[in-house]
């Protein structure tokens, strides 16, 4: 069976890829951008976003956001991520963080799923991890370089080590048991 | 005649309160949020919620959104700017802003006005000015004390001052300008 994953982000595709694997899900990828609204919940936006662009679209499909909440900073860039990493980088982050103790920040993922005339499905997951000193390793993207989990950042994992451990590898892990239980019941099981 | 402004921002509307008073227009505070998008443009975002806000309450009213550009930091924090605040706030912008030679940025406003039924109308202006080196001033709000146009802060002029230099001062002149013009064609003039 196949499924549609929309985004314009190539590096999430592939991670979200390799899981769908595991489930013995084909991924049609549909590279498009959809509306997201701004709201502190990630939830919200995937909500909104997956309803909108599943209409576009006709079929049935989901969508993933994430975002990096640092304590210290009030969840700072938070669902702003993108634009945060587009604008003052990996090297902002850490500029914002000199001199602050406390580096404990949350990766934060919602995948929303929707199938026309539905209402979406939303699931969420989060990891807890530090903001390092200096950017670390050449994997992953966005601000996986200065996120660190037991020592190693994501940047610095491979993508099947990241996925075991990353707020998206939950959520989509939670995403796809669940799909799969939809899909048997819709067979007549 | 009285006209709405939809917003939950008790400073703005009393700056804007103020110039409409130079129009003879009388202004009704709808103390409300209405739904924003991410988008690169304020323009996008207000054409988007005032279309929203306006089927909502279903008369004729206009909102006004506002963001600090900064130049060396590829425009941030642009539209994400309340979120900015909300959790860096001004010290995060000048520790972001030390050692950073240019220190040009604009002040963008963008204000959207729909009647029921109608397309929104969207007005905007902007006025380049100087990140601070330290927050100066009492007034206004946001980042008003770290944005300084000859040699003063927002935060350090009285509300009439900035509304002459600022750019949501010279947004909202631009439309009630307009909205005088209309509002005497459907007096049959």
Known sequence: MALTFVTTNENKFREVAIIAEEYEIELEWEKRAYMEIQADSLEDIVRFGVREVCREIGRPCFIEDAGLFIYALRGFPGPYSKFAFLTIGNRGILKLMENVENRL?????????????????????????????????????????????????????????????????????????????????????
Chains 1, 2 share one sequence.
Request: charged fraction near 25%; aromatic fraction near 12%; hydrophobic fraction near 35%.
């Open 105 to 189: 920040a949350e990766f934060r993922s919602a995948v929303g799923f929707c199938s026309p005339g539905g209402e979406p499905v939303v699931f969420s997951a989060s990891v807890v991890g530090r903001i390092t000193y200096e950017p670390r390793g050449t994997g992953g993207f966005g601000f996986d370089p200065i996120f660190e989990v037991d020592g190693k950042t994501f940047a610095e994992m491979s993508t099947r080590e990241k996925n075991l451990l990353s707020h998206r590898g939950a959520a989509i892990r939670k995403f796809l048991l669940w799909f799969k239980g939809e899909s048997r019941q819709d067979m007549g099981g």
